[in-house]
């Protein structure tokens, strides 16, 4: 098992070296990704919220036609049930991405820290996004997998997880 798990990471390195280019990064190659964002909370989370709506904002780099780095930021908003109180995430984070064509499939994750915002919650905390979806040249339609990791000072576990899909908007910086 060990040998297949090494052999097969060692092809993935093989695979994403042969992809690399060593163009330099030009302001063609980056770009300001706005969208938004509809989700449902899952685990406890979802005894005390039904829905979660939100905005997102990413800085994008193409380092090779294959890899996007960027920063990532946005606001969700969890609308509560059962007598909760409403509250919000606010992500502050990386992101990276890997576009098999320029137009198809992508594959990406965020990671960072989210505020917590709303009435007796917690600050925050280190959060994980996976994402798979469709781009082209204009738009990004994915789902995503949320998790911020919130611990409430007890060994308590609260943590945020929402299970969603997202459409973003690609601004060009230059043409």
Known sequence: MTKKILLGLITLCISAHSFAQTNEITPKDSWLKVGLEA????GNLSNYSSFAGGAIVSGQLMRTRHFGLGLTTGYTH??????ASDFGVIPA?????????????FAGIDGG??????????????????QLGYHNYSWNFYAFYNQVF????????NDVQNLGIAASYNIRFKK
Do not use: E, Q, W
């Open 113 to 130: 820290y989210s505020f917590l915002t709303g009435n007796n919650t917690p600050t925050g905390g280190v959060y994980i996004k996976p």
């Open 93 to 105: 984070g990386v992101m990276l991405r890997y576009y098999c064509h320029p137009t198809g499939f």
């Open 39 to 42: 989700s449902v909370p899952v």
């Open 150 to 157: 919130v611990s409430d000072g007890n060994a308590n576990s």
């Open 78 to 83: 969890f609308f509560a049930k059962n007598g």
